[in-house]
């Protein structure tokens, strides 16, 4: 009987697989790293706001506290990024839904496995060695050379921050999309992957009552 569940299982989600595209790639995205961004932000503020209060009341040096901000800043934002993806591991979408799956490494393949915290770990490490890999190589190949292409005009301070802040936005959230679409979607991580399910497959109606244990109507 175990078996034949079993085997029952594999194939409805088998049959129910969807093949990962770039539009699905860019609502998980979206999903992600608004929110990762949002509270990031919220939290770097205030973090910022800290260490510029220890600075004025003498509790920290100018060097400690640029040092620590900058640390600091990378630290919310992966440590943000763990939480926004464990939520975004198992949320519906409008289409689809996400989950894991196991990839069959000691056991069954295709068996829909918990979201828990040691598999969004696992997810997280590689979304943050990949995008700290990807972002040294673009500080070298589009930051390093657009800051030298922009020197060459002198724009004043306030153009360069907010230009530089844009182009920090633009490259991170690309690298961010990348990474969830090349090395993260349909890759085995462990014993099992992050895969696309239709949302009919956790949205199961409930069983309606039957009639024999349904209580009697009054008069």
């Known amino acids: 009987m175990m078996e034949s569940l079993t085997r029952t299982a594999e194939a409805s989600l088998s049959d129910n697989y ?7 790639a860019l609502r ?7 929110p990762a961004t949002l509270i990031s932000t919220v939290l770097g503020f205030g973090f910022g706001r800290l260490l510029r209060l220890a600075y004025e009341d003498g509790f920290a040096t100018a060097r400690i506290v640029r040092v620590t901000s900058q640390v600091g800043g990378y630290a919310i934002n992966y440590v943000v990024a763990l939480f926004v993806m464990h939520y975004v591991l198992s949320k519906n979408f409008r289409h689809f839904r996400l989950g894991l799956l196991s990839s ?3 056991g069954t393949p295709n068996l829909a496995v918990d979201v828990t915290y040691r598999r969004t770990l696992r997810v997280w490490w590689i979304y943050v060695w ?3 890999v990807y972002t040294v190589l673009a500080s070298v190949f589009v930051i390093y050379p657009a800051g030298m292409f922009v020197g060459l005009f002198r724009p004043s301070a306030p153009f360069s921050y907010v230009f530089f802040a844009l182009l920090g936005f633009v490259v991170s959230g690309a690298l961010a999309l990348f990474v969830i679409y090349s ?3 349909e890759e085995d991580i462990d014993d099992f992957r992050v895969s696309l399910l239709p949302r009919e497959l956790g949205n199961k ?3 309606a009552t ?7 109507e009054m008069g």
């Open 205 to 207: 109606p409930a069983p």
């Open 183 to 185: 090395n993260i979607l």
């Open 210 to 216: 039957p009639a024999s244990d349904a209580a009697p």
């Open 130 to 132: 990949r995008t700290i």
């Open 104 to 106: 069959g490494g000691g």
């Open 18 to 24: 969807i093949q990962p595209t770039l539009g699905h």
């Open 28 to 34: 998980i995205w979206w999903a992600f790293y608004w």
